[in-house]
């Protein structure tokens, strides 16, 4: 971040979109890309279901994805068919559920049971019924609360409840997490959302991995979350790591190299790179 002070206060100065784009363009390549995807290419909205790419956003990705120097990545929490279903990049490496599960380019997944399933390929009975017995307690919620079945965890979404009575979703929120562990389930907090996991994703080590496996020099991330902050940090460090702000998660992460306003701003950086790169 780039910081100064005003009468001893430390103030970030944000640089603009176009010095980020100039930024980009002079890391080393091969260049690996990697993106979250909700609160990051695709606005956050009530629903998690009605989450969508804007279609010039994707067209940039298109265009990145197609470029012999680049490596594209989408790092996400959502499982393989939900990333499928807002955004099919069959050439892209793809790390779901927070980077448990990664898959290579080209590659359809295997490991990962629709979201909507109830026996998941490659679970063991006793880890179904595990994620199936946190996923019953989800269901009794009342409305407003939304429960999205992924193939090694569950998400118990608040958004629509906490628009109503943020009192009672912030109770929802902590309550899932001890329910999660009482089940051995990992809880992870994200942005009106309580993930409870079979094993805890990591990001950070996902991103690790696919910048060794596809032997990019240098690696650009952006994200928006806290489950994005040890991918934002590794790449800080490979290269550059921004933080996309949000009313919920306004404050960058330690050691990220700076942040953008919101997905408008990461949107207009995609298109300005995907004109130059
Ligand atoms: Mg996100």
Request: aromatic share 4%.
């Amino acid at each position: 971040m780039s910081e100064t002070t005003v009468n001893g206060t430390p103030v970030n100065l944000p640089k603009p979109v176009s010095a980020w784009v100039d930024a980009v363009m002079a890391l080393p390549r091969p260049l690996l890309i990697a993106l979250d995807v909700d609160g990051t290419l695709a606005p956050i909205v009530p629903d998690p279901y009605a989450a969508t790419i804007p279609p010039d956003v994707r067209d940039a990705l298109g265009v990145i994805n197609a470029k012999d120097s680049v490596t594209l990545a989408l790092i996400t929490g959502r499982d393989a068919s939900a990333l499928q279903r807002i955004i099919d990049i069959p050439e892209a490496y793809r790390a779901v559920e927070h980077g448990a599960v990664l898959i290579e380019p080209g590659d359809t997944d295997s490991s990962s049971s629709p979201s909507s399933s109830s026996s998941g390929p490659g679970l063991t009975e006793e880890q179904q019924s595990r994620l199936d017995a946190f996923a019953a307690w989800a269901e009794t919620l009342p409305d407003g609360v939304r429960v999205e079945r992924k193939a090694r965890s569950v998400g118990v979404h608040v958004r629509v409840l906490a628009s109503d009575d943020p009192g009672e979703a912030q109770a929802i929120l902590e309550q899932a997490a001890q329910i999660a562990r009482s089940h051995n389930l990992t809880p992870r907090d994200g942005r009106s959302v309580c993930e409870a996991e079979l094993e805890p994703g990591d990001k950070g080590a996902a991103l690790a991995t696919i910048m060794q496996r596809s032997a990019a020099m240098s690696c650009f991330y952006a994200g928006d979350d806290v489950t994005d902050y040890p991918a934002i940090q590794f790449a800080a460090k490979s290269g550059i790591g921004l933080f996309v702000r949000s009313a919920e998660r306004p404050h960058p992460p330690e050691g990220a190299s700076g942040a953008l306003p919101g997905t408008d701003a990461l949107a207009e950086l995609l298109k300005k790179l995907s004109e130059r790169i």
